[in-house]
């Protein structure tokens, strides 16, 4: 399989029911997803949510206790790591200092013993992918971060992979940095089209990047879908709390026959289903969908204004009802203290008691 720009073999990866533990640890509690042809898929959640050893279990480094792999269909559960045919980039982009950016590419294939003409070809070939081909002579420190990390792409590429493994890939970097190598990187695998599976914590991160996300936590998949639907439509009160700076809102309530009950906000409902009545359930509201003008389909609030976090071009404002201080984003900081806050009455979520989504 030679390849140059636009030839790389896509494969499709499937996960069927995965399980790994860890003595008295369920590390992967019974995955199962599937990323497609060229797509952008990434695994997010929080520390020890799972999401490294899902990955490991794709690589082949790790066996999973129960379930299967499948590359395109072909079970590759028993295969080992280095005939996977898989490309993976790990924190820090791991570039070696001492050496010139060729050497850190053909470094690899050397280890592998190739001959010397054979990695000269892929590491050409690699490094235009990622369009480095003119900085192959030097040295990682005459390199800016996004530089270097393609220079750490390009060395998962040489290898041919159909799949791309990165793991937290950005981590190390400074938040200036971050931003511009998270552009460089969502750029080029457009470019590449690689199936890839990319390893994050920072939501922002997944959001930017990804085709579609997997949020994980406590080994479990909790939701698969693309960056708007985990958004708007978070399935349980964990992804909806997981996704969105600053964190959603929540407080309690209680069905009545028509509405919601939430004390400081009574929320009028046409269609709620008789045996929701008597139920308590937990409202959601992002901090963007409260303004502090009127704004269509909203339900105004009077509150107190506690504390306004300035973010430079907007602000947090807290705003206290009671016992209940909601958190809302504003382009503007109220004049006084008493203001009226407009809820949008769309844009609110309903948790069960179980804490998953009750769509009225
Ligand atoms: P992080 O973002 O912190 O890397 P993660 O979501 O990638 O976390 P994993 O590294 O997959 O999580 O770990 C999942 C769980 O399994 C954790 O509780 C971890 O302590 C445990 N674990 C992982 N690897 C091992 C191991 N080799 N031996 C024992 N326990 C392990």
Redesign the pocket.
């Known amino acids: 399989m030679g390849f140059c720009r636009g030839e790389i073999d896509m494969v499709s990866v499937e996960l069927q029911n995965i399980v790994k533990k ?2 008295n ?1 369920t ?2 509690d019974n995955v199962s997803f599937k990323v497609d042809h060229g797509e952008f898929f990434v695994l997010l ?12 279990i794709i690589a082949g480094l790790e066996t999973p206790d129960s379930g299967r792999v499948l590359f395109d269909g072909r079970d590759v559960t028993n295969v080992p790591a280095k005939n996977r045919n898989i490309g993976m980039v790990f924190q820090s982009y791991a570039v070696w200092p001492h050496m010139k950016v060729y050497d850190n590419i053909a470094l690899p294939l050397q280890i592998k013993k190739l001959s010397r003409e054979e990695i000269e070809k892929r590491v050409k070939a690699a490094a235009q992918m990622v369009n480095i081909a003119h900085l192959l002579d030097r040295y990682p420190f005459q390199l800016s971060g996004g530089e270097k990390q393609r220079v750490a792409v390009a060395r998962a590429l040489a290898f041919e992979p159909n799949i791309l493994l990165m ?2 890939p950005l981590s190390n970097l400074d938040a200036l940095l971050r931003v511009q190598a998270r552009a460089e990187l969502v750029k080029l695998q457009k470019e590449l089209k690689i199936t890839t599976i990319y ?1 994050t ?1 920072d939501q922002t991160e997944a959001m930017v990047l990804a085709d579609r996300v997997a949020v ?1 936590n406590k ?1 479990r998949i909790m939701q698969i879908g693309t960056p708007d639907e985990i958004y708007n439509r978070p399935v349980n009160r964990f992804v909806a709390h997981f996704i969105g700076t600053p964190p959603i809102n929540f407080f309690a309530g209680t069905v009545e026959e028509g509405y919601i009950n939430a004390g400081f906000l009574v929320i009028p409902f046409k269609n709620i289903p008789p045996g929701l009545v008597g139920k308590k359930v937990t409202i959601g509201i992002r901090p963007n969908d409260i303004s502090i003008s009127p704004i269509e389909q909203s339900i105004p609030v009077k509150g107190k204004l506690v504390v306004a976090e300035n973010l430079g071009s907007e602000f947090i404002l807290h705003v206290a009802i009671g016992d209940v201080v909601l958190r809302v984003l504003s382009k503007n900081k109220p004049a006084k203290e008493e203001v009226t806050l407009y809820v949008d009455k769309t844009k609110l979520h309903i948790f069960s008691e179980e804490e998953t989504r009750i769509n009225i």
Do not use: F, I, N
């Open positions: 860890y003595r640890v590390a992967v959640g929080p520390s020890g949510c799972g999401k490294t050893t899902t990955l490991r793991d937290e390893v914590h994980m080994g």
